[in-house]
């Protein structure tokens, strides 16, 4: 299985300020045919279903504020959010899709300094 | 609109049997697969079981935690996908969240559907 670990575990950020979440897992998602890296990453408010944020590391889901990025390649990706604001605070996840068994990282929680 | 709704949860002894449905609406069924992604309470999000329609027929792909004990189906006449969920254990308490993935064979969950809550205690 591949094993997905982000870091860290927790993070806190002032408003306005860059959040930096970072996911590497066990062997490389990328799939060297089309060249993509078979890696999401979701958000999870309290009381909620996880909401899809990037795809393919680094493509933005569409209604998604520009403010989160995705970035990385084969074994290290980063999810940033540029100018935290307070409705990010939230659970976020990274997860491979690369092949089954799916797995996600343990999860970064993100709160506000 | 996508919309994920599922029902079936409750509470259940060790070693008993619930099946869980999950109805789709808002796009084409049967063109994409669909997985089933637990969450214990407090915990992160474990992927438990997909339906995907690759491999010339569709092919089933279980969590090992699950199984044997758990299977997977879908009716795309009726737009539902299952979970028949046998031999629980209390490590099977969690929210159980039906997920649209983004292709019919491998791909990222784009929609989740609110969950239902499955309790395993006696």
């Known amino acids: 299985d591949i094993v997905m670990t982000q870091s860290p575990d927790s993070l806190a950020v002032s408003l306005g300020e860059r959040a930096t979440i970072n996911c590497k897992s066990s062997?490389?998602?990328?799939?060297?045919?089309?060249?993509?890296?078979?890696l999401a990453w979701y958000q999870q408010k309290p009381g909620q279903p996880p909401k899809l944020l990037i795809y393919w590391a680094s493509t933005r889901e569409s209604g998604v504020p520009d403010r989160f990025s995705g970035s990385g390649s084969g074994t290290d990706f980063t999810l940033t959010i540029s100018s935290l604001q307070a409705e990010d605070v939230a659970v976020y996840y990274c997860?491979?899709?690369?092949?089954?068994?799916?797995?996600f990282g343990q999860g970064t929680k993100l709160e506000i300094k | 609109e996508v919309q994920l709704v599922e029902s079936g949860g409750g509470l259940v002894q060790p070693g008993g049997s619930l099946r869980l449905s999950c109805a789709a609406s808002?796009?084409?069924?049967?063109?994409?697969?669909m997985s089933w992604v637990r969450q214990a309470p407090g915990k992160g999000l474990e992927w438990v079981s997909a339906?995907?329609?690759?491999?010339?027929?569709?092919?089933?792909y279980y969590a090992d935690s699950v199984k044997g004990r758990f299977t997977i189906s879908r009716d795309n006449s009726k737009n539902t996908l299952y979970l028949q969920m046998n031999s629980l254990r209390a490590d099977d308490t969690a929210v159980y969240y039906c997920a649209k993935d983004s292709t019919d064979f491998y791909g990222y969950f784009d929609y989740w559907g609110q969950g239902t809550l499955v309790t395993v205690s006696s």
């Open positions: 808002g796009f084409t069924f049967s063109n994409y697969a």
């Open positions: 339906s995907t329609l690759g491999g010339g027929g569709g092919t089933t």
């Open positions: 062997q490389s998602v990328l799939y060297s045919s089309n060249n993509k890296n078979f």
């Open positions: 997860q491979q899709y690369y092949t089954t068994p799916y797995t």
